[in-house]
Nanobody, 123 residues
Framework: VQLQASGGGLVQGGGSLRLSCAASGRTFSGDAMGWFRQAPGKEREFVAA????????YYSDSVKGRFTISRDNAKNTVYLQMNSLKPEDTAVYYCGAKRNSGNYYYQVYYNYWGQGTQVTVSS
């Protein structure tokens, strides 16, 4: 079972990036998926999550209105569209999967993790 995050890079402030997280090893259509990020010297923090059906989404206050999480269960992939990027969005972004009723906002409830993809936003 593996999650592969990709799509990170260097972008100017105000720009956009789309991250992808492709799952392999089994179908993840029954899992909720989330994105977390970790900036240098800081703890990993919640960014966004989506229910297994895609019908419900959750966002941190810092990204609400700028980021959009979505999923394509046929492709076993979850996406994070990031618009209006700010330098404070600079971090390594991780995707996670969970199949339990634990709170979407807490990483402890996620059973699988991808390796992370670096996002750097210049001012």
């Amino acid at each position: 079972v593996q999650l592969q995050a990709s799509g990170g890079g260097l972008v100017q402030g105000g720009g956009s990036l789309r991250l992808s997280c492709a799952a392999s090893g089994r179908t993840f259509s029954g899992d909720a998926m989330g994105w977390f990020r970790q900036a240098p010297g800081k703890e990993r923090e919640f960014v966004a999550a989506i229910s297994w059906s895609g019908g419900t989404t959750y966002y941190s206050d810092s990204v609400k209105g700028r980021f959009t999480i979505s999923r394509d269960n046929a492709k076993n992939t979850v996406y994070l569209q990031m618009n209006s990027l700010k330098p404070e969005d600079t971090a390594v972004y991780y995707c996670g999967a969970k199949r339990n009723s634990g709170n979407y906002y807490y990483q402890v409830y996620y059973n699988y993790w991808g390796q992370g993809t670096q996002v750097t936003v210049s001012s």
